[in-house]
């Protein structure tokens, strides 16, 4: 009886476990509506750049302080895709905080990322998780530009 008593306790802490969790961006789920998401965004010290802005299918959000801009895709109430730019003066504070964002990624999601190009002024780190993808993308080449973007996996 004991044995029949903890197989089911295995089984149900098996399905327990597997639930997945939503994909998130900085810990807003990617399930929220689009209002409510940039609602969020904008209690976190973001502002819309209402001239960038695409009231249709995409917003614009900077952060003056933080020196980067967030671009919200979305279709009708449902988010499509984040994509942050980030600002710096030099290629190497450009290097340095690619490499931050990557090893902040391989440890918060507990994996290697796949990396497509390494070179010193062009630099991807893809990131494949159970709910979607995070890409960090390095081009130094006129202007310092790092990227780094969120989608998530397409519902079956």
């Known amino acids: 009886m004991k044995k029949i008593f903890f197989a089911i306790a295995a ?4 399905f327990a476990c597997s639930e997945e969790q939503p994909f998130s961006y900085r810990g807003l789920a990617f399930n929220m509506p689009t209002a409510q998401f940039v609602d969020s965004l904008i209690s976190r010290g973001l502002v819309v750049d209402s001239a960038a802005s695409d009231s249709g299918r995409l917003v614009v959000l900077n952060n003056a302080a933080e020196h980067y801009r967030v671009l919200v895709a979305f279709d009708g109430d449902k988010l499509q895709a984040i994509q942050e730019n980030y600002q710096a003066s030099t290629n190497d504070s450009t290097r340095m905080m690619w ?11 507990d994996a290697w990322p796949d990396c497509p190009m390494l070179k010193d002024n062009h630099k991807i780190a893809n990131f494949d998780t159970s709910t979607g993808f995070i890409s960090v993308v390095l081009q130094n080449t006129y202007r310092p530009t790092l990227t780094v973007q969120y989608q998530p996996k397409k519902e079956k």
Not at 11 to 14: F, K
């Open 99 to 109: 490499q931050q964002l990557r090893d902040g990624f391989e440890k918060e999601l």
């Open 11 to 14: 089984v149900m802490a098996c």
